[in-house]
Antibody, heavy 122, light 108 residues
Framework: EVLLVESGGGLVHPGGSLRLSCEAS????????MSWVRQSPGKGLEWVSV????????YYADSVKGRFTISRDNSKSTLYLDMNSLTAADTALYYC???????????????WGQGTPVAVSS | DSVLTQSPGTLSLSPGERATLSCRAS???????LAWYQQKPGQAPRLLIY???VRATGIPARFTGGGSGTDFTLTINRLEPEDFAVYFC?????????FGPGTKVEIK
């Protein structure tokens, strides 16, 4: 069974930092691009970042560029999101998601984790 | 950035009826890389349709995607009780990959 399990969310003060993790199982992790998508309480979905299967390239939403860093450890089948300079606008449920086919990243998301909540508040 | 607009915001229908959801992009969606997702309360989104019209694995045939360019539709024939949910469209042809605001399909 293909599974994605996020962790690392929590309550953080404005200006603080947090590292999210997403542990993958049930598929050859190193062959698939991975993304982070967030959803603010009661709101819609916002794509945050994507990383190539090899980890050699990534894209970011303008709202997080320069503050967030996506990375992966293929030996541990784990995806990461390092978040710095957090503001209230970053409060959301953060999902990791995989693409359905190995190779490129211009693909939809066929498997999602259950999400890890991040709350930024003083 | 491609802005996606979904209409209507809410669709009130009865089981057995047909639902037609619209997604309009502010610019041509590259390669018609347009997906539809279903989300129920407390759950992660579920991929229904990709490449505008291809049903994802395990998705019932009552879900049909169509359209091209900037205008896309999701049709749900004969609504089942489990189909009442929020539906999002997403373009993944260009970065940033953007989502629409969603259409809620509720029981009338």
């Amino acid at each position: 069974e293909v599974l994605l399990v996020e962790s690392g969310g929590g309550l953080v003060h404005p200006g603080g930092s947090l590292r999210l993790s997403c542990e993958a199982s049930g598929f050859p992790f190193s062959s698939f691009a991975m993304s982070w998508v967030r959803q603010s309480p009661g709101k819609g979905l916002e794509w945050v970042s994507v990383i190539r299967d090899s980890g050699s390239g990534s894209y970011y939403a303008d709202s997080v560029k320069g503050r967030f860093t996506i990375s992966r450890d293929n030996s541990k089948s784990t995806l990461y999101l390092d978040m710095n300079s957090l503001t209230a606008a970053d409060t959301a449920l953060y999902y990791c998601a995989k693409v359905p086919h190995s190779g490129g990243w211009y693909q939809p998301f066929d498997v999602w984790g259950q999400g890890t909540p991040v709350a930024v508040s003083s | 950035d491609s802005v996606l607009t979904q209409s209507p915001g809410t669709l009130s229908l009865s089981p057995g009826e047909r639902a037609t959801l619209s997604c309009r992009a502010s610019q041509i969606v590259t390669n018609n890389y347009l997906a539809w997702y279903q989300q129920k309360p407390g759950q992660a989104p579920r991929l229904l349709i990709y490449a505008a019209s291809v049903r994802a694995t395990g998705i019932p045939a009552r879900f049909t995607g169509g359209g091209s360019g900037t205008d896309f539709t999701l049709t749900i024939n004969r609504l089942e009780p489990e189909d009442f949910a929020v539906y999002f469209c997403q373009q993944y042809g260009d970065s940033p990959f953007t989502f629409g605001p969603g259409t809620k399909v509720e029981i009338k």
